[in-house]
Nanobody
Framework: QVQLVESGGGLVQAGGSLRLSCSTS????????MGWYRQAPGKQRELVAT???????IYADSVKGRFTISGDNAKNTVYLQMNNLKHEDTAVYYC??????????WGQGTQVTVSS
């Protein structure tokens, strides 16, 4: 059974930084894409950032220039460095990884709260 385990969430003041990490436990994945989504209360889950096989990165407009996604396929690990956090970044953040054969997996979510 594959599980994605996230860490690094918490409470931070506006302007601060957090680094989220997500790794697999269980079967090693051959990853085609990995990324981060978030869901704020009363809102739909939205893409934050993703890495496509080959290294192409895609960011939501709202986080460009502030967030950086990176990953290590050999370690089945993806990171999200979040700088200059704003109150509107408050949400539950979910990591996702897609295996080339098995399909997509989601983490359980980690809470990020930014106080204004």
């Amino acid at each position: 059974q594959v599980q994605l385990v996230e860490s690094g969430g918490g409470l931070v003041q506006a302007g601060g930084s957090l680094r989220l990490s997500c790794s697999t436990s269980g079967i090693f994945l051959r990853i085609s894409t990995m990324g981060w989504y978030r869901q704020a209360p009363g809102k739909q889950r939205e893409l934050v950032a993703t890495i496509i096989s080959g290294g192409t990165t895609i960011y939501a407009d709202s986080v460009k220039g502030r967030f950086t996604i990176s990953g290590d396929n050999a370690k089945n690990t993806v990171y999200l460095q979040m700088n200059n956090l704003k109150h509107e970044d408050t949400a539950v953040y979910y990591c996702t990884m897609t295996d080339v054969i098995r399909g997509g997996y989601w983490g359980q979510g980690t809470q990020v709260t930014v106080s204004s």
